[in-house]
């Protein structure tokens, strides 16, 4: 049996790198059959400030792009985080197999206090939570971009230190990494992540974008002076994520894009690039709209809430259970 989790944080607006990594992934998952949990991990989101009433916004609002974008909840198992306290009461018991040095290691952490005078300790045990997050539910795969690559190595030590010294309670799970979409760039700078944290907004696309916008931000990405439509990351590298982005907007290979604009400039190819994008957020931008504000949402997270809580309890009492907590018959 195979159980998917993953989740998107509400960290920030929803832009299309968490549709190359995370999402578009959830859907084709979905379509197998795979028993399926997406939640959205808030606990994560604050482990840097955020304003409480924008943290609770978007909270409901990546839950909503999620139904918006086809995530089925008959099919898959959606919920908040900090609705189901079992997280945060295994993330505590994990950070007690975690280790100071490889948490040192990790270059999210690195990235994200660089220059920082101070930052919350919860940044820095951050991958264990994550890592507790995707145990309680014994998921076998994990689809996420390429940056989380590293925080689920260390998902899969913590796992198999945990079932050596006290007994196997917990599955080791599998990263899902997709080869195309994974690491979407910025598109002032294929050097850098696309992300919303960069002060300069033409380097991302949101969720939320009109197609004007959308059009106008691709019009001004960077390409070179080449003038060839050829995937190429090392030569090449702007064109090549505009290439991807084209790839995974419209589930189209690689060779298709370049073989239809071999001979034909950026311009048009940026232009199509541009509706490829808008086609595929336009529906998901209306089902958002009706159905963020919704009490069908709120009882569709309950529900999820309710489903997820009760796997989550039971492995939490397997893994205290292991460690010698006092736990009366229940
Ligand atoms: P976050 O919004 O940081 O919680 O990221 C949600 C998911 O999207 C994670 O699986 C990330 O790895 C993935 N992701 C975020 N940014 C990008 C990007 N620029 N390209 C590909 N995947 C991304
Ligand atoms: N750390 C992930 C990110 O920054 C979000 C996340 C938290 C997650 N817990 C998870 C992803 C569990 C997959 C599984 O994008």
Not at 56 to 64: L, S, V, W
Not at 108 to 135: H, R, W
Not at 164 to 180: A, D, G, K, S, Y
Request: glycine share 6%.
């Amino acid at each position: 049996m195979k159980i998917v989790l993953s989740g998107i944080k509400p960290s920030g607006e929803l832009n299309i790198g968490g549709y190359g990594g995370a999402l578009h992934q959830f859907l084709a998952l979905q379509q197998q059959q795979f028993e399926c949990l997406f939640f959205v991990p808030d606990l994560h989101a604050v482990t840097v400030a955020q304003d409480p009433n924008v943290l609770r916004k978007r909270t409901m609002d990546i839950a909503a792009y999620y139904i918006a974008a086809g995530i089925d909840p008959k099919k898959a198992t959606i919920f908040i985080q900090s609705h189901v306290s079992a997280h945060a009461e295994l993330g505590w018991l994990m950070e007690t197999q975690a280790h100071f040095g490889e948490l040192s290691r990790m270059t999210q952490f690195k990235e994200k206090s660089n220059g920082k005078d101070t930052v919350s300790s919860a940044l820095f045990t951050y991958p264990v939570l994550m890592a507790a997050d995707i145990l309680l539910y014994q998921a076998t795969h994990v689809p996420v971009g390429d940056d989380q690559k590293q925080h689920l190595e260390m998902t899969r030590d913590l796992a198999a230190r945990f079932n050596q010294r006290f007994r196997p309670v917990f599955t080791v799970p599998e990263p899902i990494i997709q080869q195309l979409g994974s690491r979407i760039m910025s598109l002032d700078d294929p050097a850098k992540k696309m992300s919303k944290s960069n002060p300069n907004a033409n380097s991302y696309i949101l969720f939320q974008d009109s197609p004007e916008v959308i059009h106008k931000k691709i019009a001004k990405a960077v390409t070179d002076s080449e003038g060839v439509v050829r995937c190429d990351w090392a030569h090449k590298p702007a064109v090549s994520n505009l290439i991807e982005i084209y790839a995974v907007f419209a589930d189209e290979s690689v060779e298709t894009i370049e073989s239809r604009y071999k001979g034909v400039g950026y311009g048009a190819f940026k232009r199509d690039l541009a509706d490829v994008i808008a086609a595929k957020l336009q529906p998901i931008q209306r089902r958002y709209s009706e159905i963020v504000e919704s009490d069908e949402l709120i009882r569709i997270l309950k529900d999820g809430a309710v489903k997820a809580a009760e796997t989550a309890n039971r492995t939490l009492l397997q893994a205290k259970q292991a460690m010698g907590f006092v736990t009366w018959a229940q």
